[in-house]
């Protein structure tokens, strides 16, 4: 009975630089994948030079899940669709993280979900070398089935969009408070001294909250206890879609025929995306995956236009 030994990675650095190989131009090209039926050969002889026991033993190169006799002659090895190699596969992510502050996810979704975030694209050898002995690397969410179109359109909403929507959403928590005390006033106006009724009372004090909240953005410290973060804000994402986009419909109820078109055209894209994120159907992955994006995107208009005609209402009350 023959016996293998298997040559992974590391052996074979060894071997390119300690044994003789065969030029770059020599290595045989087959489709994607260089093998050398040379490096094979170098590794049992050195192997029989340091006097390893290789007596009933075969020297075959395992490389990702195929398992080279020789240049040509090679069989695969069942993996999980996630690992690039049933060999040696080191992707380890572990539960209950102590401390907290140490997981993955803590500061958000840029944890992964960014450009420079090594979860999806840190470069990951796909092959020890190429057809000019160079090492042949690839982005790791690659090897997840995930297309650079999906993978860059998570990690620029997560970086930039979502940001804008956050900001976008303090400004307009602002205008309302300053909304809510014009309204007020309209019902109150005659048991209210002259100073508070005048038109740019709500205005004011929308952007005394405002001022508030950056005072409060620029104390990191009391920052945490007085907002929310960025890991509580995507923890909660779907309670607050749906706060927004039900505080965006009660708002377009109160606006007139056009403003209200608009912001139901919106509504009607959130929902529709919202829909496809939910349902994530199989035969439409991709379209599954950008409806995130679209989500987001949708939220940012609705929040930008409540806030454009929060600042019209209060402009026109104010002249």
Not at 52 to 77: C, E, H, M, Q
Not at 258 to 277: D, E, P, T, Y
């Amino acid at each position: 009975m023959t016996r293998t030994i298997t040559l992974g990675y590391d052996m074979l650095f060894y071997c390119t630089r300690f044994t003789p190989v065969q030029k770059p131009a020599q290595i045989l090209v087959v489709k994607y994948f260089v093998v050398s039926t040379s490096l094979i050969a170098a590794v049992s002889n050195m192997l029989k030079e340091t006097k390893y026991p290789v007596t009933g033993k075969r020297v075959v190169w395992a490389l990702n899940d195929r398992v080279y006799r020789s240049g040509t002659d090679f069989y695969t090895i069942p993996k999980e669709e996630w690992e690039a190699s049933p060999y040696a596969n080191v992707h380890k992510y572990n539960h209950d993280v102590y401390p907290a502050n140490a997981a993955i996810g803590m500061n958000g979704c840029t944890d992964c979900h960014a450009p420079k975030s090594p979860f999806f694209f840190a470069q990951v050898l796909k092959y020890p070398f190429d057809e000019k002995a160079a090492p042949l690397t690839m982005p790791q969410y690659h090897i997840l089935g995930i297309s650079d179109l999906q993978a860059f359109a998570g990690a620029y909403r997560e970086t930039y969009l979502k940001p804008i929507l956050y900001f976008l959403l303090l400004i307009v928590a602002c205008l309302l408070v300053g909304w809510v005390y014009q309204r007020l006033v309209e019902k109150k106006q005659a048991l209210l001294p002259a100073l508070l009724v005048k038109n740019w009372v709500p205005l004011a004090i929308a952007g005394a909250a405002f001022i508030g909240v950056i005072i409060i953005l620029m104390q990191p410290e009391l920052k945490q206890y007085a907002l929310p973060s960025r890991f509580w804000l995507d923890a909660n994402h779907f309670f607050i879609s749906a706060l927004i986009l039900g505080g965006a419909f009660i708002f377009a109820l109160q606006q007139n025929q056009k403003n209200f078109r608009w912001l139901l055209a919106l509504l009607l894209v959130a929902i529709v995306a919202g829909i496809f994120m939910l349902v994530k159907l199989p035969f439409i992955g991709l379209m599954t995956r950008l409806s995130y994006s679209i989500f987001d995107l949708s939220r940012i208009l609705l929040a930008l236009s409540i806030f454009l005609l929060l600042i019209r209402r209060f402009i026109v009350k104010s002249a």
